[in-house]
């Protein structure tokens, strides 16, 4: 069985990659971004746990040629895999990583005015974006601080080329979070005006993530940071938007049914007894656990498709392993494919579900998808 590249991959517990779809999801948010707004894919996190060379790569050859992520490390492997435009690192990068700035070409977040001295002090020209906090107050010069903002410009060393916002509410429906988001796009809107006024120009502009261009289609920056949504999930299952847009998942998570057993009434199964037979049942042992991503969380709570049935998570979640209800599933085997995300026969187990079943986001339950997981790419 394990001879052939893929289904070595597909030995134990893997990802399984669909790049069309992923291809597809890209170009419905290019026909969505106003003509002035350039795609950013956040390829940060391993591109969400999809694999960021390869994202990169088949982005790349759609003539995408502008990415963020969060580390500095994360956006040195990007550029050594090929990737040649602009990179920008949304996250603080330490001075002893500043070299690598200047060496690899990248351009890095001024997260406030110390930040930027330090920056400069380094001595050599480095590319930047600033940071504006319009109301999240994580990074970012306040908006109202335009002073401390202009003083950026003075610096000898720093080559900036863009300046950018984070909206912290825009996939809220609320009228507060809709107020609130109206509000951090006009305080955004009056810095780059107030710039522009006192002759600071030559720079790009960006504020956007998934939900703002999903809830905000209209807005006319220059970049838009597009990460959850371009894998073809939402963060939470039932969400409005108001785009039309048809996402398409890219990521399947699959593992093995490594054997089938008979529990009698009363016996119990895995860690902590935490779950007792009340009949009879068969159970399916599953090789993947929460080393792998599968949230410990879904202990006793969550479940997959195995041949095309729902069953039960039971018991909890091991490390490397996990318990399944097959009772009543027609032909389980030792060696069949259980999908955690994704489809089987006509049923689907999409991220977002995942999530709310574990108390979380899809955005989480991807980035935290194991380093031991075979990758499959379709
Ligand atoms: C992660 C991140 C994004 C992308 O967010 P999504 O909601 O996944 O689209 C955009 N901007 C910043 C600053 C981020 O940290």
Known sequence: MCVKNDNYQKGRAWIELNMENLAHNARQFQK?????CTLMPAVKANAYGHGAKRVGKVLSEMGISD?????????????????????????YTPPCQFHELAQYHLTQTVVDLPYARLLNDYGHPVCVHVGIDTGMH?????????????????????????????LCASDGNSEKEIAFTRKQIAEFQAVVDTLHRRGIKGFRTHLQGSYGVLNYPELEFDYARVG??????????????????????????KARVTCVKVLHENEVAGYGLAFKAERDMVIAVVSIGYAD????ELSNKGYALVNGCWANVIGRVCMDQLLLDVTGIPKVHAGDEVVFIGRSGGKEIQACEMA????????????????????VYV
């Open 32 to 36: 969505l971004l106003p003509d002035c």
């Open 67 to 91: 990415y963020c992520v969060a580390s500095v490390t994360e956006a040195v492997k990007l550029r050594q895999s090929g990737i040649k435009g602009q990179i920008l690192i949304l996250g």
């Open 293 to 296: 991503g599968i949230p410990r």
């Open 356 to 375: 709310g079943s574990a108390g979380t986001i899809s955005n989480e339950i991807l980035s935290r998808l194991g380093e031991r997981l075979g990758r």
């Open 138 to 166: 994580r990074l970012g010069v306040r908006s109202e601080e335009l002073d401390h903002i202009c003083a950026i410009w003075e610096l000898e060393h720093l080559n900036i080329t863009g300046v950018y916002s984070h």
């Open 228 to 253: 959850i949504a371009l894998y073809g999930v939402l963060s939470m299952s039932g969400e409005r938007i108001a785009a039309e847009v048809e996402l398409r998942p890219v990521l399947s998570l």
